[in-house]
Each structure stands twice: as C-alpha cells, then as structure tokens.
C-alpha cells in the first residue's frame, strides 16, 4: 500500500505547506528534516506523518529549493527524491560535497536502477527507501539516524548526559522502531527497549543480565572484539552482524550494530542495576535484512536477463574483460562462443510469444548443463547467446563444449501446458584468445563472424574464426 493510500482519508491539497513547523506538544523537537520532492501529495504526507512524530520538518519541491534551504538552515537529516527538477538527488548530492555542507542523506525514490542506487551511497547517503515505503520503515531509518547524528553531536560538544537526558531520552527512545539496548563491563544486557520482543522474539525480562553474545549467530561470533575493543570514549562503532530471532524458532537477522561507550552513564535509562562507576555499552541494533534482499535483487536484475535468470551482457563482458586480464598473466588460452538459435522467429510466429519464452528458457537451461563451474552462458540479446570458456589448455578444448551444446538441442523440447515438442537447431561460432583478439569487445566480435559463417551454409554446427 503507498503512503498516499495509507493517509487518503485526511484530504491534503496540492499547495504544499514549505514554512517550518515545529509541533507543539512537545518541549523538545526529536530533530530537524528537511523534504525533497516534486510531488505535492506526496511530499505533504511525508511532512505530515513526521511531524506527528515529534519532528520538525521543512519541505522543498525542486532541487535548488533544497540547496537554498541548506543554505539558511542546518538540518538533522535531508530526505531526497532521486529525480526532481532543478537538481536532481545525485546532484545535491554531489554538491554538498562539494560545498562541505555536513547533512546526512536518505534517499525516498521509485528509482530502481541499482546503478543510481550505488551512486547514491557513493555520494553519502546513509539509507535508501523505495517508493511505495512502509510507514515503519520510514520512521525507522529516519530517527536512527536522527539518533546517531545526535549522538556524534554529543561527543563533540558537552558529552552524553546533556543531549539526551530526560523527557527527550525517554521520547526518543519510544518512538525509535529500532531496538536500543546498554551493555554493562561484562558485556551482559543491562536495558532493552520495548522492541526486542518485536524484533527477536524474547521480552526484555528474558534477556536482561544474559550476555550480547548469545544473540549473535555464531559465525559472527568473531565480529565482536571488533565492536567492542577499540572503543574510544564516546566513539561508535557500526558492524554488520546476524543476530538470532525467537519467533516460533531459531532464525537469524542481517543487523547493523552501532555501539558508543558514553561519556559517562546516562541517568535517563531505567538499568536493572545501579549505572556501574565505568560506563556501559550503549547500542542500537536496526534489522537491514529486507534492505539487503532489495540491494541484492536490484544488483541480480541490473545484471542478469528477467527471461532466462542468465548473465546479461554487460556482466558477460565485465567477466569477459577479466578473464581476458587473468589468461595473459598466467599465459592461457580461453574461447567465446557466440550462439544463434535457426528459424527461432518462426517459432515466435508460428505457436506464439509465449511458446518462445518457454523455448528460450528450455535452451538456456540445456546449454547450462554442459557447462563447467567456471563458464559463464549469457543471453547475448533475442536469441543469441555467449559462451566464455576460460583456462584452455588447447583449440580443440573449444571444439569439445561446442559438440556438447549442439548435441543439447537435438532432443526435441516438451513446453508445459501444451502437447507440442519443438525443435531447434544452432549455429556456433568461435574465437580463440590470444590468436584470435587481445580484447573482450574483439574476440566477440569475431565469434559472431564465424557464427555468421555457420548460418550462411544453414547447418548445425560450429567454425572458429579465421
């Protein structure tokens, strides 16, 4: 459900409300936002939604807005479309680096190109959510990182116990989606905030006084000396950690784990003992599992064909490159092989689009199997695919796969749903490196030639470049 959806029964008008706003039930503002987005609506809800939790926000619907607002005013965190007029993200981006403007970025984007994505983190942006966003999420990634900016505030001005000491501590604390926990000197749990049950599955009560470490996975176990031993005081430290989950069952967590040593023991948490006279450990763990499957899916489709599951061509050349760079320091041969299904378009035109993409699928999986680990099969594009065969000790290792991948497509292909079998043949092409191309961009070129040669004698076969 998008956002609008969730917020449609409280009419917003098109005119955006861009004057700060701080809320008035509270003494003490969780922090200050700025908005950029050239939707209305949408930017409205967002301004709305967080001020009701306790923040004070600024809206601009154009990146020279932004920047000019950025200007005037210091903010506590930016939230940026990708895409807006003026500047883009990217571009506000990039110019608060340059500038030296020191403001934290999360960028809000419908965006899905995991390319962008990547140059958004490059640039500094701490978190990303895609539009449509879940609301919990949202107030997730905001007061984190509200919270650890303030903390970082803290250390370089009057230490810990004067920013969050009191009703703001308290407030921050219940509104924050993300588990806050404190350690005592023996790394054993002195506090919990009301999330852990939530996010592992165990109430506060069950886990106050057990060691950190029983909720670590226990191949992270060696990630711990190296969130707690070279804490300075008031310097946190971030590790990405699996930590189990107790929800009908063992599971486990991708979390990231920020841990401060403090000043000195903030007497705003409730602790089950006395504040020990050396400070504690004061953490907050925020789940990135779903964070990392986007990542993970977004960088899958940017490089890999949505048919087929096969490398796309631009992962195919990238292996390609490296490969080439690997077989001439340790002076190997290796082979591509460029494929082309015969007649496939009367295939597409006789039974249909949809019995050639089950065709297509069939063939990819079929030319998989002939396959070593280390070969790489892509869709080349339409009805073509490539081949790259590195580490060769002879021409005629080449020669060996081609047979294999031709003798795949000669058993006729049952397609599910209908009682056809369909047959298709392949012509084969081959380029040898070093004889035939020192570059990847060559040697598929002269693979597609002698493929082109095989097609002109309409055969099943295979030629190597000459």
């Known amino acids: ?271 089950a003992k006395p504040p020990p006279a050396r400070p504690p450990f004061l953490g907050i763990v925020r789940d990135i599992t779903e964070h990392k499957r986007t990542l993970a899916l977004m960088e899958f489709r940017a490089s890999h064909d949505t048919l087929t599951g096969l490398p796309n061509r631009s992962l195919f050349m990238d292996r390609l490159t490296l490969a080439v760079s690997q077989a001439s320091r340790n002076a190997q041969k290796l082979a591509v092989l460029f494929i082309d299904l015969n007649d496939f378009k009367a295939v597409n035109d006789t039974y249909g689009h949809g019995v050639g993409d089950q065709l297509l699928q069939k063939v990819a999986a079929g030319l998989t199997h002939c396959l070593r680990e280390g070969d790489t099969l892509a869709r080349h594009g339409g009805d073509e695919f490539t081949v790259l065969l590195p580490s060769l000790n002879e021409k005629k290792d080449a020669a060996t796969v081609a047979r294999k991948l031709l003798n795949s497509l000669e058993t006729p292909f049952q397609l599910e749903g209908t009682d056809l079998r369909v047959s298709i043949g392949t012509s084969i092409g081959i380029a040898m490196y070093p004889e035939d191309g020192a570059g990847a961009e060559t040697l598929v070129e002269r693979a597609d030639m002698a493929m082109y040669a095989v097609k002109q004698r309409k055969k099943n076969d295979f030629y190597f470049y000459s």
């Open 1 to 271: 459900m998008s956002i609008l959806q969730n917020y449609s029964e409280n009419p917003v008008s098109d005119d955006v409300d861009m004057t700060p706003h701080v809320t008035g039930e509270t003494s003490e503002c969780l922090g200050r936002l700025l908005i950029g987005d050239d939707e209305p609506r949408l930017l409205n809800s967002l301004c709305s939604i967080l001020r009701d939790k306790g923040f004070e926000v600024d809206g601009a619907k154009d990146g020279d807005a932004v920047c000019q607002q950025l200007r005037e005013n210091a903010y506590d965190l930016v939230l940026l479309d990708i895409r807006m007029p003026g500047k883009s993200g990217l571009e506000i981006m990039a110019w608060l680096k340059e500038a030296g403007v020191d403001a934290q970025v999360i960028i809000i984007s419908g965006h899905s190109d995991y390319r962008i994505v990547r140059q958004a983190f490059k640039l500094g942006a701490c978190d990303y959510l895609r539009k449509p966003y879940d609301v919990d999420e949202l107030i997730r990634a905001v007061g984190g990182t509200v919270l650890e900016r303030r903390q970082a505030r803290s250390k370089a001005t009057t230490g810990w116990s004067n920013p969050l000491t009191g009703e703001f501590c308290k407030h921050t604390l219940d509104h924050l989606p993300d588990l806050v926990f404190s350690l005592d000197e023996r790394k054993c749990i002195n506090y919990l905030n009301h999330h852990s049950e939530s996010l592992l599955g165990l109430s506060a009560e069950e886990l106050i006084g057990q060691p950190f470490s029983q909720l670590v996975h226990e191949g992270d176990i060696a990630k711990l000396p190296l969130l707690f031993g070279k804490n300075e005081v008031g310097e946190s430290v971030t590790q990405e950690i699996k930590l189990k989950t107790y929800h009908g069952g063992i599971g486990y967590l991708d979390c990231d784990v920020t841990v401060v040593t403090p000043l000195k023991a903030n007497t705003a948490l409730t602790y």
